[in-house]
């Protein structure tokens, strides 16, 4: 075979090397909305069906207490499992352990149950703020 052939002919690595890069792209635009801004914590919101304040206190509590790349990897993990069309492929299972990993460290602590649940407001307040007078 003709060297310039060789070159042009579509081999199982290229073809493969082809897909794993036109994937990439599209997991890229699907999911790279969700660092930037409010956007993820607008997912939490939505997935958990609380208010944006809410959730956006629960996930800065999580961030703190886990530490950046810890919490980095269990929000996109969320964020996947979460997601169309990744959520529609991935096995139950693994969506239910990614999901599992960010909530439950999340709400572990019971004030951020009471925020979960509407019961106290998502800013940190002091315990005793009805007792103060207003200044």
Not at 73 to 102: D, H, I, Q, Y
Not at 103 to 130: F, H, K, N, S
Request: net charge positive.
């Amino acid at each position: 075979m003709p060297r310039r052939d060789r070159n042009r002919r579509l081999t199982r690595r290229r073809f493969v090397l082809g897909g794993v890069a036109a994937g990439g792209a599209l997991v890229a635009g699907a999911y790279g909305r969700f660092p930037f801004g409010d956007e993820f914590e607008e997912r939490v919101a939505k997935v958990l069906g609380i208010p944006v304040d809410a959730a956006t206190a629960l996930t800065r509590r999580l961030r703190e207490r886990v530490g950046d790349l810890n919490y980095d990897a269990r929000a996109a993990a969320f964020v996947v499992a979460t997601t169309f069309p990744s959520r529609e492929v991935t096995p139950g299972s693994l969506r239910e352990s990614a999901m599992r990993k960010l909530l439950e460290p999340m709400l572990a602590d019971p004030g951020e149950q009471l925020i979960y649940l509407g019961l106290r407001p998502p800013v940190d307040t002091p315990a005793c703020t009805g007792l103060l007078r207003p200044t």
